[in-house]
């Protein structure tokens, strides 16, 4: 699955784009090293696919820059058991590292091209802990609910109330929240009933559209 240069320069990555960067858990640095970024990327992009930085990937969607997808997993400590719920399969580059490390995970893109691709390339990965559906993310995936961790990978103007629900007791859902152009990444804890937020990292992410984000223009 890697070929050529692309093993050195996803070892390259690993050690300055995500340990230099305080990214230190063993298991998520692994998750990274077996999900190569260049085969989620289009073919015009693979030159690319080890930069520091978001890419296109066509319907007007973009993977996003290996750093942010590693600090939202961490941030999410997530667990070899738990049932994690994606909003925004996109590249399926999120949803591979995610697989890695839970024990299950739904995720529920909007376009359906894009989780066509997702799912026949994590397919050819072996990834078979992952389900998949097309709709509404921002009303999360309550046929399955709850669920341990629950993750957005595009912004909201605020946390949609549905995934609040969908969240088990003692969970995290972590979300970028704010404006079109700049939002941050915001941590969610969920106990006894009563919810933590945590406000981190400024960050810039594609909107998401749905019921409970942004309107579609």
């Known amino acids: 699955m890697i070929r050529g240069n692309f093993e050195s320069q996803l070892d390259r990555m690993v050690k300055s784009q995500l340990k230099k960067r305080g990214i230190e858990d063993t298991k998520l640095l692994n998750a990274f090293r ?3 970024r260049h085969i989620f990327v289009p073919e015009n992009q693979k030159g690319d696919a080890y930069s ?6 066509g319907e007007g969607q973009t993977i ?3 750093y942010i997808v590693a600090l939202m997993t961490s941030m999410l400590s997530v667990d070899s058991k738990d049932r994690v719920l994606e909003i925004g399969t996109g590249s399926g580059y999120q949803t591979a590292i995610l697989a890695s490390l839970a024990g299950e995970v739904y995720t529920v893109e909007r376009k359906r091209s894009l989780s066509k691709r997702a799912k026949n390339v994590l ?3 072996g990834r ?3 389900n998949y559906r097309v ?3 921002t009303r999360g995936w309550a046929e399955y609910a709850p669920y341990e961790k629950i993750i957005g990978t595009g912004s909201v103007p605020e946390i949609p109330e549905s995934l609040v629900k969908q969240l088990a007791e003692n969970g995290r859902l972590v979300i970028p929240v704010g404006g079109e152009r700049q939002q941050r990444l915001t941590l969610l804890i ?5 919810v933590e937020i945590q406000k981190k990292s400024y960050c810039s992410f594609l909107p998401l559209i749905g019921e409970e984000g942004w309107k579609e223009t």
């Open 135 to 137: 709709g509404d993310g």
């Open 64 to 66: 996003s820059q290996p």
């Open 190 to 194: 969920k106990e006894e009933g009563e």
């Open 52 to 57: 520091d930085r978001p890419l296109p990937i």
């Open 128 to 130: 078979d802990n992952i």
């Open 34 to 36: 077996s999900n190569p």
């Open 123 to 125: 397919s050819e990965l």
